[in-house]
């Protein structure tokens, strides 16, 4: 089973999980009972998933739950040679849907699960201690950082235009009588009236409703084809620092001797 680590983990419908992080035996039987897989980004998380009927296919290792079922598992802070206590352990059965009862018998009360690492960390099959230390990965994630939207109201203002305008003006023309036009005359004296109308031209206005231009909003850079300027929401990179804390492991020797005691050594 330590086969599998840092190797994928698939489930029932061939969706892959994460890769295996740790795999905790039973202290009693030493078989193993829990393999942690990393989920979430970059795989920071670990989620605890039973290795019973789990299979082991090529260089990787199959479970007949859901991917969306291991995420949802109860966080459980465990690390390398930590125990997995009986009531993390409960809770882990309880949304599996596992025989609590069976898996842990009164008379092994008290026992617990512990983890191996990838790299075996403090085991005894050499003389050799592996020292570890965790590495910082700096993701992004995309997010709302807020809201635009376009609004489009009225408002008027005033324009000026000039147009010509013909009005007609009455003048009074006098023609003498002549020979040619005596017969026109009218009686020698008499009163009479002749009336004319005038006429002017006035400005009228109307006015349409003409379309001008289109305008939308975008998160991408666009082409622009017309004659005027359009403000777009543009992809604008910036650069951030992320600080995090690392936990790093440091080894020291030790001696002991009768005469001096116990002695350090870096």
């Known amino acids: 089973m330590q086969g599998v680590l840092d190797?994928?983990?698939?489930?029932?419908?061939?969706?892959?999980?994460?890769?295996?992080?740790?795999?905790?035996?039973?202290?009693?039987?030493?078989?193993?009972?829990?393999?942690s897989v990393g989920t979430g980004l970059f795989g920071t998380s670990e989620s605890f998933i039973p290795v019973r009927n789990a299979t082991v296919v090529e260089d990787h290792l199959e479970v007949p739950y859901r991917r969306d079922e291991v995420k949802d598992a109860p966080n459980v802070d465990v690390h390398a040679g930590d125990f997995l206590s009986e009531e993390e352990e409960r809770r882990l059965y309880e949304h599996y849907g596992l025989d609590w009862g069976a898996a842990w018998p009164q008379e092994q009360s008290g026992v617990g699960r512990t983890a191996v690492t990838p790299e075996g960390a403090m085991t005894h099959s050499d003389d050799a201690v592996t020292r570890s230390e965790e590495e910082m990965r700096?993701?992004?994630?995309?997010?709302?950082?807020?809201?635009?939207?376009?609004?489009?109201?009225?408002?008027?203002?005033?324009?000026?235009?000039?147009?010509?305008?013909?009005?007609?003006?009455?003048?009074?023309?006098?023609?003498?009588?002549?020979?040619?036009?005596?017969?026109?005359?009218?009686?020698?004296?008499?009163?009479?009236?002749?009336?004319?109308?005038?006429?002017?031209?006035?400005?009228?206005?109307?006015?349409?409703?003409?379309?001008?231009?289109?305008?939308?909003?975008?998160?991408?850079?666009?082409?622009?084809?017309?004659?005027?300027?359009?403000?777009?929401?543009?992809?604008?990179?910036?650069?951030?620092?992320?600080?995090?804390?690392?936990?790093?492991?440091?080894?020291?020797?030790?001696?002991?001797?009768?005469?001096?005691?116990?002695?350090?050594?870096p």
């Open 7 to 35: 190797h994928p983990v698939y489930d029932a419908n061939g969706n892959k999980i994460g890769d295996a992080k740790h795999v905790f035996f039973d202290d009693v039987t030493g078989e193993p009972e829990w393999v």
């Open 138 to 265: 700096v993701g992004v994630e995309r997010r709302e950082a807020g809201r635009a939207r376009l609004r489009k109201y009225v408002v008027t203002e005033e324009q000026q235009r000039t147009v010509p305008v013909r009005r007609e003006e009455v003048r009074v023309e006098r023609e003498p009588i002549t020979d040619a036009n005596r017969g026109d005359a009218g009686p020698d004296i008499v009163e009479a009236e002749h009336e004319v109308t005038p006429h002017e031209e006035a400005p009228v206005v109307e006015t349409r409703a003409v379309p001008e231009e289109r305008v939308r909003l975008t998160t991408d850079e666009e082409t622009v084809t017309d004659e005027e300027t359009v403000t777009d929401e543009e992809t604008v990179t910036d650069e951030e620092t992320v600080t995090g804390e690392v936990p790093k492991e440091r080894i020291e020797a030790e001696e002991e001797n009768d005469e001096q005691g116990k002695r350090r050594r």
